[in-house]
């Protein structure tokens, strides 16, 4: 069965800091993986994807995200955090011989001045 | 303008009173979807359609029906709500599986 965590239901950060928000799963196989990013009274938008290739992935808004195998994880991260990045991520994935996609309970990122 | 839209966006029903939020996408999308949001839950995936006429069930499909005559159009039955399906609803679709998805902007409903 396909399963995704998110450990942390809010991060805290100052303005200027780096960032990461965790992300864990477990598939059979390969795994698709995904970040979203939610604003309030907002739908999701597709932040940055992995399929396969190299295990860091750069996606919009100047996020990365590096995926690791062994540890079977796939955080998302930003070297120097901006206010506006305050909303609500999730994070999903897919097992590539699946056709279900299990999204994360999602993590709430706080940006302060 | 690319975009996954929506109708109604906020919707006050009573138990048992059938009702059809409707989803339409103009990117000739192949795979649509429908997620429910709860705090606490994140996004948990009702039904999904990978093409015209091919629909299948995802976490929580109980209580929802869908259809997708058409590949632009992904409508979600409710053929008697109860209180527990009180939530917000999203339609998203992509280019195909692997694909990045696009969300529409949501449907908040509430079964009183």
């Known amino acids: 069965a396909q399963s995704v965590a998110q450990p942390e239901d809010q991060v805290n950060v100052a303005e200027g800091n780096p960032l990461t928000v965790k992300c864990t799963y477990s598939?059979?196989?390969?795994?698709?993986l995904f970040w979203y990013v939610q604003y309030p009274n907002r739908g999701l938008q597709f932040l940055l994807k992995?399929?396969?290739?190299?295990?860091l992935v750069k996606g919009s808004y100047g996020f990365e995200a590096e995926f690791n195998k062994s540890q079977t994880s796939f955080h998302l991260k930003k070297p120097s955090a901006l206010v506006s990045d305050s909303a609500l991520y999730f994070c999903?994935?897919?097992?590539?011989?699946?056709?279900?996609?299990?999204f994360g309970s999602g993590t709430r990122l706080s940006i302060r001045p | 303008e690319a975009q996954v839209t929506q109708n109604p966006r906020y919707l006050i029903t009573v138990t048992g009173k059938k009702l059809t939020v409707t989803c339409s996408q103009n990117?000739?999308?192949?795979?649509m979807s429908w997620y429910r949001q709860d705090p606490g839950l994140g996004l948990r995936q009702i039904y999904y359609?990978?093409?015209?006429?091919?629909?299948d069930k995802g976490d929580v499909p109980e209580g929802y029906k869908v259809s997708r005559k058409e590949k632009r159009n992904f409508p979600l039955i409710l053929e008697s709500p109860s209180p527990n399906q009180t939530s917000l609803y999203f339609c998203?679709?992509?280019?195909?599986?692997?694909?990045?998805?696009?969300f529409g902007p949501g449907t908040r409903l509430t079964v009183l």
């Open positions: 998203a679709s992509s280019v195909s599986l692997g694909g990045e998805q696009f």
């Open positions: 598939v059979s196989g390969n795994p698709y």
């Open positions: 992995y399929i396969t290739g190299d295990n």
């Open positions: 999903a994935v897919r097992a590539s011989s699946a056709s279900k996609i299990i």
């Open positions: 990117m000739n999308h192949e795979y």
């Open positions: 359609s990978m093409n015209v006429e091919v629909t």
